[in-house]
């Protein structure tokens, strides 16, 4: 729990003099997303209330933000702790992907398109695999699909995949081999932003349906032997 605790008093200063539990679970949400707190850990109130130096009660209406989110779990008489998806969990995420990314490239409206933060992403799924941070390469990934819904300039719908993008982390963290999962997209992440450069929806909006398709496939089944392992 130390080294997972681990710079999380640097992020007191994201909570400013008006602390609030919205922000403490935005913090929470992050360092899940990115590995700090992985499937299955227990969260201590006492460690992370005193690293972010938040009552235990803002603390706690941040877990129930966060459980809400279906990130976490409480478990009676243990405590809460990260959630571990199921296969079914993972299926359903890329139910919803598939309908909002796609319903987001099929309303886009005429061309040009503000892709500046999709070639971000892309520039920086490119510099992570040069440095061999292949965790790194899925973050950019999920940046450049958080960059795709944006496309749609609604906050509703941002906030909605906010939570759905967290949840697929939490399905990546339990995979071994996160090069093999997340090379083979780098290139598609490139073909869909060049094809969105080029105004073409429809095209865009088929390959963004095979890649949601081929993805699932590969996650599931990497996932599934992965978790069968551990049974």
Not at 8 to 22: I, P
Not at 49 to 60: F, I, K, Q, W
Not at 77 to 103: P, S
Not at 127 to 156: M, P, Q
Request: glycine share 10%; aromatic share 6%; net charge negative.
């Amino acid at each position: 729990m130390a080294e997972q605790l681990s710079g999380l008093a640097d992020d007191r200063a994201l909570l400013g003099r008006t602390s609030t539990a919205e922000r403490v679970s935005d913090i929470l949400r992050t360092r899940i997303a990115e590995g700090f707190f992985p499937p299955g850990t227990r969260l201590s109130e006492d460690s992370i209330g005193g690293a972010l130096g938040v009552s235990r009660n803002t603390l706690r209406e941040a877990f129930r933000l966060l459980t809400h989110e279906r990130l976490l779990v409480h478990e009676l008489n243990r405590g809460v702790f990260v959630r571990v998806l199921t296969v079914e969990d993972v299926e359903d995420i890329y139910r919803t992907r598939a309908l909002v990314e796609c319903a987001v490239v099929r309303g886009l409206g005429e061309p040009p398109y503000g892709l500046d933060g999709l070639t971000e992403a892309v520039e920086g799924g490119r510099r992570a695999a040069r440095e061999g941070d292949w965790k790194g390469v899925g973050t950019a990934n999920i940046h450049f699909h958080r960059e795709l819904v944006a496309l749609a300039g609604s906050e509703r719908t941002d906030e909605l995949m906010r939570s759905v993008f967290a949840e697929l982390r939490l399905a990546f963290h339990v995979v071994d081999d996160p090069r093999a999962l997340h090379e083979p997209y780098m290139a598609r992440n490139a073909e869909l932003l060049d094809t969105l450069r080029a105004g073409d929806r429809d095209k865009a909006e088929q390959l963004l349906a095979g890649y949601l398709g081929d993805s699932l496939e590969r996650v599931v089944d990497v996932y599934r032997r992965r978790v069968g392992e551990d049974d």
